[in-house]
Antibody, heavy 120, light 107 residues
């Protein structure tokens, strides 16, 4: 069955960096677009970034553009999110999510999420 | 960017009630509209895609309708496990965007 397992979250000081990973299994990872979506405590869902199935197309939300980088390693079935210049507004649970297509479409599977806390 | 607006933000209902949640897009998204259910501490789950297609395994009491800019999610007879927060999301164009959520609570 499809599994998405995020890791790499934790407590980080403002201005520092963190890299999240999402290990995928149970499907042909290299055939599907992947997204990162975040949720601040007590708030709604906030789309972060998307990468196409082959990594050739990447798009970012305005709030993370220029600071975050999405990437993937299809040989390792793993999605990444490099987060730089973190601020307290980036504190959230970060989910990776699979789309049933190239890079757009409904999110048919989600990971369990990893919590990132930005605090001094 | 396309803005998604849900109403109401919260809703109190009883087991067995029929409830409807509305989602409006700031421009036409044809039928590129999806609905998710999220329970506390859990990841969202896809319920409805392409405005009205029920995901496999989702109970038939859930249904979706609409096209263009106005959409609805209907739960025909609320069950105890349906009390959760519901989000709409447009997948018509990037950046994709979510509604602010509707929290469905027990009356």
């Amino acid at each position: 069955q499809v599994q998405l397992v995020e890791s790499g979250g934790g407590v980080v000081q403002p201005g520092r960096s963190l890299r999240l990973s999402c290990a995928a299994s149970g499907f042909t990872f290299s055939s599907y677009g992947m997204h990162w979506v975040r949720q601040a405590p007590g708030k709604g869902l906030d789309w972060v970034a998307v990468i196409s199935y082959d990594g050739s197309n990447k798009y970012y939300g305005d709030s993370v553009k220029g600071r975050f980088t999405i990437s993937r390693d299809n040989s390792k079935n793993t999605l990444y999110l490099q987060m730089n210049s973190l601020s307290d507004e980036d504190t959230a649970v970060y989910y990776c999510a699979k789309v049933n297509g190239d890079y757009v479409g409904p999110f048919d599977y989600w990971g369990q999420g990893t919590l990132v806390t930005v605090s001094s | 960017d396309i803005q998604m607006t849900q109403s109401p933000s919260s809703l109190s209902a009883s087991v067995g009630d029929r409830v409807t949640i509305t989602c409006r897009a700031s421009q036409s998204i044809t039928t590129y509209l999806n609905w998710y259910q999220q329970k506390p501490g859990k990841a969202p789950k896809l319920l409805i895609y392409a405005a009205s297609s029920l995901r496999s395994g989702v109970p038939s009491r859930f249904s979706g309708s609409g096209s263009g800019t106005d959409f609805t999610l209907t739960i025909s007879s609320l069950q105890p496990e349906d009390f959760a927060t519901y989000y709409c999301q447009q997948s018509y164009s990037s950046p994709c965007s979510f509604g602010q959520g509707t929290k469905l609570e027990i009356k």
